[in-house]
């Protein structure tokens, strides 16, 4: 059985290039969601005027791991306290945010926001959004699996890269072979 999730953490690219890697995640899609605009392009989105958050939308397999595991890579893997920003991407299109699919979901990452929060772990308080999931708009072709098909283009070299050879070393455990 699949079950899926969806998070904002800055740019799709770099969010789509880690979940891809784990174990039990079947497709991750990058797209759109929690803005008012049918059907949004890309340039749209990043003008700020649609309300979306540039978004990975995961299927999973809960009895390879669980949703739980997914919030601990997303929170470990983007700065949660940066209000529509992460490093230099900055517009409320790059919020962190769960668009959660069930009030299982909703209770798990209020949970663990809360437990993040209080433990001290960040210096400033967590801003992660946490709103149910209304529609989700894929982006166009050529943001799928975009790290993976533009290696060398720079966004990829400088700043995806990094943070998936992190991410690798930080999860080892979960990832496909």
């Given at each position: 059985?699949?079950?899926t ?25 990058s ?44 929170w ?20 962190s ?10 209770a ?11 433990s ?15 529609k ?42």
């Open positions: 059985m699949k079950e999730a969806t998070f904002g953490a800055g740019c799709f690219w770099c969010v789509e290039a880690i979940f891809t890697e784990l174990k039990g995640v079947h497709k991750v899609t797209g759109y969601t929690g803005g008012q605009t049918e059907n949004p392009t890309y340039k749209a989105v990043c003008n700020g005027t649609t309300g979306h958050a540039e978004v990975a939308q995961i299927e999973f397999d809960p009895e390879v791991i669980s949703f739980t595991e997914l919030l601990e890579v997303f470990k893997t983007h700065d949660p306290t940066t209000l529509n920003q992460q490093g230099a991407d900055k517009g409320t299109q790059y919020r945010a769960v668009f959660y699919h069930s009030e299982e979901q909703k798990l990452a209020e949970k663990y926001k809360k437990k993040l929060d209080e001290g772990a960040y210096p400033n308080p967590i801003v992660t959004e946490i709103t149910r999931f209304e989700f708009y894929p982006a166009e072709d050529y943001h799928q699996e975009y790290y993976e098909n533009n290696p060398n283009a720079g966004y990829c070299t400088y700043v995806i890269q990094p943070k998936v050879e992190k991410f690798r070393e930080v999860f080892a455990d979960k990832l496909k072979n």
